[in-house]
């Protein structure tokens, strides 16, 4: 693993089911993110974690939820999928103060 | 609120100089990133700037002034594969990035 590493790639979802995107970085970075991009509407902050333990709700929060059992791991869960939720969703860690952010590759999600 | 402004799509060709500006209004300031997505690709990073100034790096060159809440992001010899969305984000008080919606640059020959 070299950076940030996000599965899957892309998925197409049923309406109503759960899902969980995956996220690990190996920089040991203390934050991470998520966020999803739609077009015209740029990046737009999902959650956060600055820390292994504690998270954080973003712009956009409703119907999704984290978890930070540890630094590498920052997963994404989508209780009840709705097609709205039908995005690109980026994973993102940095350092504390917000320094060497870097991207996942992105989850094409699409939600039918 | 916090706020980042910068143009929707601009427009520039081949060999030129673009311009692509952005401004400001956040709770607090800890930096300010420049980003390069291209299509289908997850953002990557260009510059950073916390001091006021230019900051050259090969043909991009991106400029900080924190008392007017602007900066811009200048790209010089233009080739096709710059063609791409350029973000602006800026680092506030707590640390949390803030992103503008992006520019669209299209390089034509």
């Known amino acids: 693993i070299a950076g940030i590493t996000q599965a899957p790639t892309s998925q197409i979802l049923a309406a109503g089911r759960r899902m969980t995107l995956r996220c690990t970085q190996d920089?040991?970075?203390?934050?991470m993110y998520w966020y999803r991009q739609d077009l015209g509407l740029g990046l737009r902050l999902i959650h956060y974690?600055?820390?292994?333990?504690?998270?954080g709700k973003g712009e956009v929060p409703d119907g999704y939820s984290v978890s930070r059992a540890n630094t590498d791991d920052f997963p994404l869960t989508l209780a009840s999928a709705v097609p709205s939720q039908t995005s690109v969703y980026f994973c993102?860690?940095?350092?504390?103060?917000?320094?060497?952010?870097?991207f996942g590759s992105g989850t094409r999600l699409t939600v039918v | 609120g916090q706020n980042i402004d910068q143009p929707t799509e601009m427009t520039a060709t081949e060999g030129a100089i673009v311009q692509i500006n952005c401004t400001y209004q956040?709770?607090?300031?800890?930096?300010l990133f420049w980003y390069q997505q291209h299509a289908g690709e997850a953002p990557t990073f260009l510059s950073y700037n916390v001091l006021d100034g230019l900051e050259e790096k090969g043909r991009f060159s991106s400029f900080l002034s924190r008392s007017k809440g602007y900066s811009y992001l200048l790209l010089k010899e233009l080739q096709m594969k710059d063609s791409a969305s350029y973000l602006c984000a800026v680092t506030d008080s707590n640390y949390q990035l803030i992103w503008g919606a992006g520019t669209k640059l299209i390089i034509k020959p």
């Open positions: 993102a860690s940095s350092d504390s103060e917000g320094k060497g952010y870097t």
């Open positions: 920089m040991r970075h203390n934050a």
């Open positions: 974690s600055n820390t292994a333990g504690t998270t």
């Open positions: 956040t709770s607090g300031f800890n930096g």
